[in-house]
């Protein structure tokens, strides 16, 4: 669990009320397929959406990247996620760390 504290490790933020974050179950990996199931999804996410699985949570999406769904299980290849240009770095940080005026 990437959790510091009262802080996300990934992003170095501090943790919303319900004590998780998006980042909350993520495991680092060499592999290139990302396997999602509904134990990978940050607790409440499934009801918050008024769905059952995660197929159905990608399914809700506009924006999800492109994935399979085998066994219940979602598939996601690793570059195909999107990563933002301050990805680890407190949002105070931001506009140094790009460049903004």
């Given at each position: 669990?990437?959790?510091?504290?009262?802080?996300?490790?990934?992003?170095?933020?501090?943790l919303p009320r319900a004590r998780t974050c998006c980042h909350w179950n993520v495991a680092l990996t060499p592999d290139e397929v990302l396997e999602?199931?509904?134990?990978?999804?940050?607790?409440?996410?499934?009801?918050?959406?008024?769905?059952?699985t995660v197929a159905e949570l990608f399914e809700t999406s506009p924006t999800a990247p492109?994935?399979?769904?085998?066994?219940?299980?979602?598939?996601?290849?690793?570059?195909?996620?999107a990563v933002p240009w301050v990805y680890g770095i407190g949002m105070s940080a931001w506009e140094q760390e790009i460049g903004s005026d």
């Open positions: 669990m990437h959790r510091r504290g009262d802080l996300c490790a990934l992003t170095m933020m501090a999602l199931t509904n134990l990978d999804v940050a607790p409440g996410t499934l009801e918050t959406y008024a769905v059952e492109p994935y399979e769904v085998q066994e219940g299980r979602v598939l996601v290849r690793l570059d195909e996620l």
